[in-house]
């Protein structure tokens, strides 16, 4: 049986990626990968000429021009390189940016966001994407720009926010790894609307699902149940409340909420089974999946061209492809090709999203490990089979996943078999149900019996996620797991499927060595965690934050409230904590023998010790130029619970009497080793 490495695709896009990864990580110009892309074309060429079957020197340089496309592709995606980018000219400043509307956002309580392609700065033309904020009243609820509305906009962009605390999220390389890289926030009065023009596909898309979503608003359907019903449909989960959203995170089942390959597949099961009878007439065959593939990509265009359902759907329609040529055992060929499809003609890009890592991951696992699974039992029961089959999918899918979601999510969903038995099984009925009510819904032939019926069904799948979700015993949270654990996490899978395939002693051993390295690897984080001291002033609005670690403890002298309880979970994961304890703010500390003195709104009973470290909190009303000339601080700290424009003025003072100044906004947060 041939292995995933024998395909000449699979070896191809692997190479691809690793060079993508490289342009990534290098950031060079177009022109070395595209000399390198030559060099390995002509001896390529060279090798190919020989009358020799296929040599070494074939195949090498095959894989080097995968290697260098894959560098050649990011560079020329790399928007930072390209002319014409925003960024060479001068942009800095208040600028009249003309955007149009590519992507709407999530809403918050004050603003909505935007993604929008830069059109013309100060009637330049000019390229580039930006995040657009535009604030808005709280008592709006849906956004007033649509996708190709074109605005102008009199402001300044800004930076994207970094990561200012240790193991926080990074927005800005998230957003990096899109191409934005900067911000512009606006107010109502600065923007002035343009209306729509040059519709594009994606415009038109918006426009369709509106309307869609509107037919939906009418039929008086619940509001937890509709929201579930548009993000199932059409991909829209801006309305899923968060508490609706995080029930289905802990219960193993949120992947039911992105249109992915589970959606895409049983889409392509329906197809298959309504053209069948096609397959009767003469080419009727080549006929049945034409029309497949087409009604897979209108569909991806109804729900927006999102980035998981453009994946979901070139990989089917590749696999929908093989089934016509009765080529299925050629699947690695089939999803390589998609992948490389993909990065190729859409966007490199796309290898930094999560979703197009995990749908790969999982489907090149069921592809991998799935028939194994069978293999080790066939029930004769049609019952038992069928039950098995599906915890087989499920089981393989979560095993290709489960390292790349610990080290994302740092969970782990035990009951993840539970929700796929029972919701997978019914999600056909439940798409079928909905493509069904949305179709009658605008026909305006649809009777109120099967309203209320697939408004009960949602209400149900909504109260099992939810029961599921309040299993606390079976939900593993905050579990720490960095980028080598990763690979380490293949490598004892690999080994698993190896041993699962082919029982064998050395198969075994490989098994054994890879839990070996593994815990080894764990046993040396959990080490290195007990010889670490250190004490840290975070950066956090409102609310002052000094934290101490003490190997796997960390005291937290802080108001114990809501403020910052993201900022310490990312903390305690990834510096491995078990112990959290809460202590009050003191106005002194004693850090390495050096006081640490804390000031705040209050200005009072200010600590007479001399030559510590000054701590700034809560903006206090201080005369730093007299205080610094009596008490002489070897260094003064800023955090982010003070105004902007004193943070200003005491950075101002500080530098005159050549003291260092720290403010966490700027350096992020600051600390000492004990």
């Given at each position: 049986?041939?292995?995933?490495?024998?395909?000449?695709?699979?070896?191809?896009?692997?190479?691809?990626?690793?060079?993508?990864?490289?342009?990534?990580?290098?950031?060079?110009?177009?022109?070395?990968?595209?000399?390198l892309v030559?060099?390995g074309?002509?001896?390529?060429?060279?090798?190919?000429?020989?009358?020799?079957?296929?040599?070494?020197?074939?195949?090498?340089?095959?894989?080097?021009?995968a290697l260098?496309?894959?560098?050649?592709?990011?560079?020329?995606?790399?928007?930072l390189?390209?002319?014409?980018?925003?960024?060479?000219?001068?942009f800095?400043?208040d600028h009249?940016?003309?955007?149009?509307?590519?992507?709407?956002g999530?809403?918050?309580?004050?603003?909505?966001?935007?993604?929008?392609?830069v059109?013309?700065?100060?009637?330049?033309?000019a390229?580039?994407?930006?995040?657009?904020?535009?604030?808005?009243?709280?008592?709006?609820?849906?956004?007033?720009?649509?996708?190709d509305?074109?605005?102008?906009?009199?402001?300044v962009?800004?930076r994207?926010?970094?990561?200012?605390?240790?193991?926080q999220?990074?927005?800005?390389?998230?957003?990096?790894n899109?191409?934005?890289?900067?911000?512009?926030?606006?107010?109502?009065?600065?923007?002035?609307?343009?209306?729509?023009?040059?519709?594009?596909?994606?415009g038109?898309?918006?426009?369709?699902?509106?309307?869609?979503?509107?037919?939906?608003?009418?039929?008086?359907?619940g509001?937890?149940?509709?929201?579930?019903?548009?993000?199932?449909?059409?991909g829209?989960?801006?309305?899923i409340?968060?508490?609706?959203?995080?029930?289905?995170?802990?219960a193993?089942?949120?992947?039911?909420?992105?249109?992915s390959?589970?959606?895409?597949?049983?889409?392509?099961?329906?197809l298959r089974?309504?053209f069948?009878?096609?397959?009767?007439?003469?080419?009727?065959?080549?006929?049945?999946?034409?029309?497949?593939?087409?009604?897979?990509w209108?569909?991806?265009?109804?729900?927006?061209?999102?980035?998981?359902v453009?994946?979901a759907?070139?990989?089917?329609s590749?696999l929908?492809?093989?089934?016509?040529?009765?080529?299925?055992?050629?699947s690695?060929?089939?999803?390589?090709?998609?992948?490389?499809?993909l990065?190729?003609?859409?966007?490199?890009?796309?290898?930094?999203?999560?979703?197009?890592?995990?749908?790969?991951?999982?489907?090149?696992?069921?592809?991998?490990?799935?028939?194994?699974?069978?293999?080790?039992?066939n029930?004769g029961?049609?019952?038992?089979?069928r039950?098995?089959?599906?915890?087989?999918?499920?089981?393989s899918a979560?095993?290709?996943?489960?390292?790349?979601?610990?080290y994302y999510?740092?969970q782990?969903?035990?009951?993840?078999?539970?929700?796929?038995?029972v919701?997978v099984?019914?999600?056909?009925?439940?798409?079928?149900?909905?493509?069904?009510?949305?179709?009658?819904?605008?026909l305006?032939s649809?009777?109120?019996?099967?309203?209320?019926?697939?408004?009960?069904?949602?209400a149900?799948?909504?109260?099992?996620v939810g029961?599921?979700s309040?299993q606390?015993?079976?939900i593993?949270?905050?579990?720490?797991?960095?980028?080598?654990?990763?690979?380490?996490g293949?490598?004892?899978?690999?080994a698993?499927v190896v041993?699962?395939?082919?029982?064998?002693?050395?198969?075994?051993?490989?098994?054994?060595?890879?839990?070996?390295?593994?815990?080894?690897?764990?046993?040396?984080?959990?080490?290195?965690?007990?010889?670490?001291?250190?004490?840290?002033?975070l950066?956090?609005?409102?609310?002052?934050?000094l934290?101490?670690?003490?190997?796997?403890?960390?005291?937290?002298?802080g108001?114990?409230?809501?403020?910052g309880?993201?900022?310490?979970?990312?903390?305690?994961?990834?510096?491995?904590?078990?112990?959290l304890?809460?202590?009050?703010?003191?106005?002194?500390?004693?850090?390495n023998?050096?006081?640490?003195?804390?000031?705040d709104?209050?200005?009072?009973?200010?600590?007479?010790?001399?030559?510590?470290?000054?701590w700034?909190?809560?903006?206090?009303?201080?005369n730093?130029?007299?205080?610094?000339?009596y008490?002489?601080?070897?260094?003064?700290i800023?955090?982010?619970?003070?105004?902007?424009?004193?943070?200003?003025?005491?950075?101002?003072?500080?530098?005159?009497?050549?003291?260092?100044?720290?403010?966490?906004?700027?350096?992020?947060?600051?600390?000492?080793?004990?």
């Amino acid at each position: 049986m041939l292995k995933p490495w024998d395909f000449i695709a699979v070896r191809l896009t692997l190479f691809l990626v690793l060079g993508i990864l490289l342009g990534y990580a290098l950031e060079i110009k177009p022109l070395v990968p595209a000399v390198l892309v030559s060099v390995g074309l002509c001896i390529l060429g060279l090798a190919a000429f020989k009358k020799s079957k296929p040599t070494y020197l074939f195949g090498g340089s095959a894989l080097f021009v995968a290697l260098s496309s894959g560098m050649l592709l990011f560079s020329m995606a790399f928007q930072l390189n390209t002319p014409g980018h925003y960024s060479q000219f001068d942009f800095e400043g208040d600028h009249l940016w003309h955007l149009k509307i590519r992507e709407i956002g999530k809403p918050t309580e004050f603003s909505q966001a935007y993604i929008a392609r830069v059109v013309l700065l100060d009637q330049q033309a000019a390229i580039g994407k930006v995040k657009l904020r535009i604030k808005r009243p709280p008592q709006s609820s849906e956004p007033k720009l649509k996708i190709d509305d074109e605005i102008l906009v009199w402001g300044v962009v800004s930076r994207l926010p970094e990561a200012l605390n240790p193991y926080q999220w990074d927005y800005a390389r998230y957003l990096r790894n899109q191409n934005i890289y900067h911000q512009l926030l606006a107010a109502p009065g600065q923007v002035y609307e343009l209306g729509e023009s040059g519709a594009t596909l994606k415009g038109w898309s918006h426009s369709m699902r509106s309307s869609i979503v509107s037919k939906l608003e009418q039929l008086g359907l619940g509001e937890k149940e509709l929201s579930i019903i548009k993000a199932l449909l059409l991909g829209l989960r801006r309305d899923i409340a968060s508490e609706t959203f995080d029930q289905y995170r802990r219960a193993g089942a949120v992947h039911i909420l992105a249109i992915s390959g589970l959606h895409i597949g049983i889409l392509l099961l329906f197809l298959r089974l309504i053209f069948h009878p096609l397959t009767r007439l003469p080419r009727g065959q080549g006929l049945s999946v034409g029309l497949t593939i087409v009604i897979l990509w209108v569909y991806a265009l109804l729900t927006g061209f999102s980035p998981s359902v453009i994946r979901a759907v070139a990989m089917f329609s590749f696999l929908a492809y093989s089934l016509f040529l009765d080529r299925l055992s050629q699947s690695y060929n089939t999803l390589a090709l998609s992948m490389f499809f993909l990065l190729v003609l859409v966007d490199p890009y796309l290898i930094f999203q999560v979703g197009f890592q995990m749908s790969y991951a999982a489907v090149f696992a069921i592809l991998w490990v799935y028939p194994a699974l069978l293999r080790l039992w066939n029930p004769g029961n049609w019952i038992f089979k069928r039950v098995w089959q599906l915890l087989a999918v499920s089981l393989s899918a979560q095993m290709g996943v489960l390292p790349i979601s610990l080290y994302y999510f740092h969970q782990f969903p035990a009951l993840f078999m539970v929700s796929s038995l029972v919701i997978v099984p019914f999600l056909g009925l439940i798409l079928g149900g909905g493509i069904a009510v949305t179709a009658l819904s605008i026909l305006g032939s649809l009777p109120g019996f099967l309203v209320r019926a697939y408004n009960q069904l949602i209400a149900y799948m909504n109260g099992f996620v939810g029961w599921l979700s309040r299993q606390d015993a079976f939900i593993f949270e905050e579990l720490p797991f960095d980028g080598f654990e990763v690979l380490l996490g293949y490598i004892l899978f690999s080994a698993l499927v190896v041993l699962l395939k082919r029982p064998a002693a050395i198969a075994a051993r490989n098994v054994l060595l890879a839990l070996i390295l593994l815990q080894g690897y764990g046993i040396y984080n959990s080490y290195i965690t007990r010889q670490t001291e250190r004490v840290l002033i975070l950066h956090q609005f409102r609310n002052p934050m000094l934290v101490h670690q003490k190997g796997n403890e960390l005291y937290i002298h802080g108001l114990k409230s809501g403020f910052g309880s993201s900022l310490l979970k990312d903390f305690q994961v990834g510096a491995r904590i078990r112990k959290l304890e809460y202590l009050a703010l003191e106005k002194k500390y004693v850090v390495n023998g050096e006081h640490l003195i804390r000031i705040d709104s209050t200005a009072l009973d200010i600590p007479r010790e001399r030559n510590g470290i000054l701590w700034l909190t809560y903006s206090p009303r201080l005369n730093l130029d007299r205080y610094i000339a009596y008490f002489e601080p070897k260094m003064i700290i800023a955090d982010g619970s003070n105004y902007n424009y004193l943070v200003r003025r005491w950075k101002e003072s500080a530098a005159i009497r050549n003291i260092p100044f720290h403010y966490t906004g700027d350096k992020g947060a600051f600390m000492i080793d004990l």
